[in-house]
T-cell receptor
Framework: GAVVSQHPSRVICKSGTSVKIECRSLDFQATTMFWYRQFPKQSLMLMAT?????????EQGVEKDKFLINHASLTLSTLTVTSAHPEDSSFYICSASREGGGEKLFFGSGTQLSVL | GENVEQHPSTLSVQEGDSAVIKCTYS??????FPWYKQELGKGPQLIID?????GEKKDQRIAVTLNKTAKHFSLHITETQPEDSAVYFCAAREGTYKYIFGTGTRLKVLA
């Protein structure tokens, strides 16, 4: 199957610090990875689309300087929440689609970020 | 752009009964419609999907139907079990890579 690994699953940090979340496709190469944010009992909100070797495309209203995305290889994308504040507390989920097309989207297990 | 509406927001069924969740979409160019199951504290898991050139697809107790003319698609779960309890999301693919998700249905299967 297609496995997407996301770490950490849960992180608690102090306000003002930065947090990095990793997303890896374990058994396939992912040309494109996506980062979502999900509030309790709500749907998934696309934050940005990450393409290997190029700058991420951010959705309207998402601060690119706040949420830094790096897609350095075909199997790894990272999301860094910089200078985190309590309002950044949320469930962050990555997803990936296979290189060469393939419409199926596979999700990581999510990261619960709590900023104190 | 694409807009996906999902109903109902919550659904309770007795174990063994069927559950149906419906979604409508707005962009007639959308051609791929996946369904995801999300358990508490976990990422969504793809359970079934359908392309626009197919009207129905079935995988054991799960089936999806698509009506392109009416622009709606539905998830059918038969012989529900307590482990089917979760939040279900429909989605429509807009363009090549962008997926628009429905608002989710919280399914509770009562033993």
């Amino acid at each position: 199957g297609a496995v997407v690994s996301q770490h950490p699953s849960r992180v608690i940090c102090k306000s003002g610090t930065s947090v990095k979340i990793e997303c890896r496709s374990l058994d396939f190469q992912a040309t494109t990875m996506f980062w979502y944010r999900q509030f309790p009992k709500q749907s998934l909100m696309l934050m940005a689309t990450s393409n290997e070797g190029s700058k991420a495309t951010y959705e309207q209203g998402v601060e690119k300087d706040k949420f830094l995305i790096n897609h350095a290889s075909l199997t790894l994308s990272t999301l860094t929440v910089t200078s985190a504040h309590p309002e950044d507390s949320s469930f962050y989920i990555c997803s990936a689609s296979r290189e060469g097309g393939g419409e199926k989207l596979f999700f990581g297990s999510g990261t619960q970020l709590s900023v104190l | 752009g694409e807009n996906v509406e999902q109903h109902p927001s919550t659904l309770s069924v007795q174990e063994g009964d069927s559950a149906v969740i419906k979604c409508t979409y707005s962009d007639s160019a959308s051609n791929y419609f996946p369904w995801y199951k999300q358990e508490l504290g976990k990422g969504p898991q793809l359970i079934i999907d359908i392309r626009s050139n197919v009207g129905e697809k079935k995988d054991q107790r799960i089936a999806v139907t698509l009506n392109k003319t009416a622009k709606h698609f539905s998830l059918h779960i038969t012989e529900t079990q307590p482990e089917d309890s979760a939040v279900y999301f429909c989605a429509a693919r807009e363009g090549t890579y962008k997926y628009i998700f429905g608002t989710g249905t919280r399914l509770k299967v009562l033993a």
